[in-house]
């Protein structure tokens, strides 16, 4: 049975065409990754499929209710209530519910009054005929089953961290019993073990997921399916991430055997119709009206002619176009004149914001060619660290040597320092000893493509600005490049872009991201941060997760522990058991309680 299902969809903005021929469906415990270029549509599409937009052409059907139908928006609300007036905010309860409290008020003022009691008599009954407060209860309850905590219930919303906030809105989304969530960019702002927690919510969820992401190995561990969106259309593909490569991949090879296999055609056909011409020539300029066999001979290669030319014809209507390789980076641009090893160097760094302490005896070492990965939890000293190391912050004690030759580009610097009024190829012409020739295929390399170049950077998206400044900063001259997130606004195809630019970058790399496909690809040494230490190890970021997990063990439980927690509450509060199904949920809420007893026993030994 399907959810939804959207058939040829066509979207038109101001006159220009965003997309067309989308083909959609959902099916029930499906979860569809959607996929495609930032501005294609993606978020545009969601809204089609809501109603909440019209489509030029096509049509969308659903195969449920369309409030059964969930929606997480992307950006954050802007919400100056507490996280449980955000929770209830929309809800037709809440409008009850407010005003059975304002009458409530009332009549502790004024006790007496009988129009006040009449009024209040008539919200509690509208209430209880409502269910309200078996309403409140499952409010409260979702809240628990997501790990929102009852303390953060009446802090302000706008308070919270990214986990935090994604939970709370999860919890909204949930009170609408749904049986399609569809979530736009839902790991946003999200650090990895919030991202993992996430993950194992949507895999234990019963219903169906359509969700937008830009993270590949979200996608990997969540999705059933993949959709790919193109302004012509979409195309479904099984799996997750690495399984619609592979797919893509296969179909790469395969459209370059047909269009070699096609381009022999046409080169053997227009030699062959070359050849017929020159022997009907041949023929005509030897015919005379006296020698009918001459005549036939030249008419007979004519018509041979002409008939291959037919066949070339069809085959340049039905013509397959070159499949396109991805440009690959020059680094001809990049000094990578260094003379020394070690480029620099923190010696007992203790740092803290006034009394706020994040650091202390740290002691790192970055020599030339490290890619150093810094990971840890959002709020753990990051971004500090890597300051501390470009000299935008200095130590409340201890030292930062760095090399006399060496050449700092920091992300966020380069960003900032953007011409607004230029357009994106006079802000690259900006680069010394830079021609318009390599300026242009340097853009072209990082997906900036014939008119885009003529842009102005005041008219760029967040992700197209953040991708001129990785241009600059890449091609700066500089032998360390400092990047705290770069790929947060990039969509997929810039962040395979920018990790294959920094796997050839000749110098050394400090980088901040979320993205395990980066960090396994690009990282060489891996900085973890908790609790205001600093953990160096020197292997990749592949090496360094093996190692978490078989050094690890008390965390190895704690994953585990939450899995367990998350499933026991989801078979307790199922109100929709089917009864021959009844005694195997029985049996394994008994199992799972055994576990999560051991395992607790376990934690409170360690």
Not at 181 to 203: F, K, R, V
Not at 425 to 433: G, K, Q, R
Not at 543 to 570: A, C, D, G, I
Request: hydrophobic share 35%.
């Amino acid at each position: 049975m399907f959810l939804l299902k959207a058939n040829n969809l066509a979207v038109e903005i101001a006159g220009q065409k965003l997309f067309e021929n989308v083909s959609i469906e959902i099916k029930e415990q499906e979860r569809i990754a959607l996929i495609g270029e930032n501005g294609i549509g993606k978020t545009t599409l969601i809204k089609v499929l809501l109603g909440r937009l019209p489509a030029q052409s096509g049509h969308v059907q659903y195969g449920v209710n369309k409030k059964e139908i969930g929606y997480m928006v992307q950006e954050n609300q802007r919400d100056n209530g507490t996280v449980m007036d955000f929770v209830i905010a929309n809800h037709p309860n809440a409008v009850i519910k407010n005003e059975l409290t304002h009458y409530s008020q009332l009549l502790a003022e004024q006790p007496e009054d009988l129009q006040v009691i009449e009024e209040y008599n008539k919200r509690l009954q509208k209430y209880l005929d409502v269910h309200g407060y078996d309403w409140e209860m499952n409010v409260e309850k979702t809240l628990k089953q997501l790990g929102i905590p009852e303390p953060l219930w009446y802090l302000p919303y706008a308070n919270l961290s990214g986990g935090q906030k994604t939970r709370v809105k999860l919890a909204r989304v949930l009170l609408q019993s749904p049986k399609l969530i569809i979530l736009d960019e839902p790991t946003n702002h999200l650090d990895i073990e919030s991202i993992h927690w996430l993950e194992d919510w949507l895999l234990n969820f019963k219903g169906s997921v359509l969700f937008i992401s830009h993270e590949r190995e979200f996608i990997d561990h969540v999705a059933t399916s993949t959709y790919e969106l193109t302004k012509s259309g979409t195309k479904k593909y099984s799996g997750g991430y690495f399984s619609y490569k592979q797919q893509k991949e296969h179909e790469y090879k395969t459209m370059q055997k047909l269009y070699e296999k096609q381009e022999q055609e046409r080169k053997k056909l227009l030699e062959t119709i070359t050849q017929y011409k020159q022997w009907y020539d041949k023929a005509n300029a030897g015919a005379s009206v006296r020698d009918p066999y001459a005549q036939k001979k030249a008419a007979k290669q004519a018509t041979k002619m002409k008939a291959k030319e037919k066949v070339l014809e069809r085959l340049e209507k039905e013509k397959i176009d070159k499949p396109e390789l991805t440009k690959t980076i020059s680094t001809n641009f990049v000094s990578d004149d260094f003379g020394g090893r070690k480029m620099l160097e923190l010696i007992n760094v203790t740092f803290s914001y006034s009394t706020m302490p994040i650091f202390s005896n740290v002691y790192l070492e970055l020599n030339w060619r490290d890619r150093l990965a810094v990971v840890g939890p959002n709020g753990s000293g990051k971004t500090t660290l890597l300051q501390l190391m470009a000299g935008i912050l200095e130590p409340d004690c201890g030292q930062v040597r760095r090399n006399p030759q060496l050449k700092i580009g920091y992300f966020f610097q380069e960003l900032e320092n953007l011409n607004f009024e230029n357009s994106i190829l006079d802000e690259i012409l900006t680069i010394p000893n830079i021609t318009q020739a390599d300026a242009r295929t340097i853009l072209a390399c990082f997906l900036f493509r014939r008119e885009d170049v003529l842009k102005k950077i005041s008219t760029l998206s967040m992700g197209e600005k953040c991708r001129v400044a990785f241009v600059k900063l890449y091609f700066s001259n500089a032998n360390l490049l400092v990047l705290d997130e770069p790929t947060n606004y990039f969509d997929i195809p810039t962040r395979e872009t920018i990790e294959n630019a920094l796997i050839v970058y000749p110098g050394s790399i400090v980088l901040v991201a979320h993205d395990p496909y980066l960090l396994r690809k690009v990282a060489n040494k891996v900085a973890y941060i908790k609790k205001g230490k600093v953990d160096y190890y020197p292997g990749s970021y592949h090496e360094w997760e093996k190692h978490q997990t078989f050094s690890n063990p008390v965390q190895l439980m704690m994953n585990k522990l939450e899995k367990l927690q998350l499933r026991y509450t989801q078979l307790m509060t199922d109100e929709n058991v089917d009864p021959a199904q009844e005694e195997s949920r029985l049996a394994e809420i008994k199992k799972i309680r055994v576990e999560i007893e051991e395992i607790e026993k376990k934690l409170n030994g360690s």
